[in-house]
């Protein structure tokens, strides 16, 4: 975890500096962007390991900036938001960010949750390659495929497909997807996973239209429901 940059884009000074604070004692190098509009650019010069981003911003809204930045990179992104109702749109598919935060915070919450959302991006050693059917997940290239087309994935559905494919067939429950895909928890989480695997479905039903890939498990959570090669 040493000497990650971390780009913090919050316009709250004192908010900016205590979160710089604690992630600097834990051996992050931080990065504070106090403008939306100049965060694009600031993602384009430093390219940083993960984004905290804030919701309302100067210059350029934390979603309007999220979608810029989706369009040239996959940086896990951290929304920091108060509207818990927003949740599902910022997650995923619409706007493209990976987590939340709910405000107001403590800053030990965020620096767990930060690290929590660098451990679930590291590549799996044990599963550098599954193929399952027609989708095909390659670690190491960070890559999921259809046939030879590939799937544009976040980092969070990448990580949640690649979890699913490990066990064909069998079910995994929300919490444990939470917990090999997220790793920390905050209010409203079961919806964090029900987006993520929304997304996912829609992405994959692009190219498999009418094949029912990934399972609802009444109660307990999903299941990849294709048979390996
Ligand atoms: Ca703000």
């Known amino acids: 975890m040493e000497h990650r940059h971390i780009l913090i884009v919050e316009d709250e000074q004192k ?22 509009d100049q965060a694009v650019a600031q993602v384009h010069k430093v390219a940083p390991d993960l984004m905290l981003l804030d919701l309302m911003l100067p210059g350029m809204d934390g979603v309007s900036v999220c979608r810029e930045v989706r369009k040239f990179s996959n940086v896990p992104i951290v929304m920091v938001t108060a509207k818990v109702e927003e949740i599902d749109r910022l997650i995923g598919l619409e706007v493209g960010a990976d987590d939340y935060i709910c ?40 890559q999921a495929k259809v046939g030879d087309r590939e799937l544009d994935l976040t980092p969070s559905e990448f990580r949640l497909l690649q979890v699913l ?63 390996p090669l």
């Not at 800053?107 to 027609?134: I, S, W």
């Not at 190219?207 to 299941?223: D, M, P, Q």
């Open 103 to 142: 405000k107001p915070f403590s800053p030990r919450e965020v620096v767990a949750r930060v690290k929590a959302v660098l451990r679930r991006m590291m590549p799996e050693t044990a599963e550098k390659n599954v193929v399952c059917g027609p989708i095909a997940v390659d670690a190491t290239a960070h």
């Open 15 to 36: 908010i900016a500096a205590l979160l710089k604070e604690y992630l600097e004692r834990e051996g992050f190098r931080v990065i504070i962007s106090r403008r939306g």
């Open 165 to 227: 494919i490990s066990q064909p067939g069998r079910v995994f429950s929300r919490e444990e997807l939470l917990a090999r895909v997220q790793g920390y928890d905050c209010e409203g989480y079961d919806r964090t996973i029900d987006s993520h695997i929304k997304n996912l479905r829609k992405k994959i039903a692009e190219h498999l239209a009418g094949k029912e890939v990934i399972s609802t498990v009444y109660g307990i959570g999903y299941r990849l429901n294709l048979d």
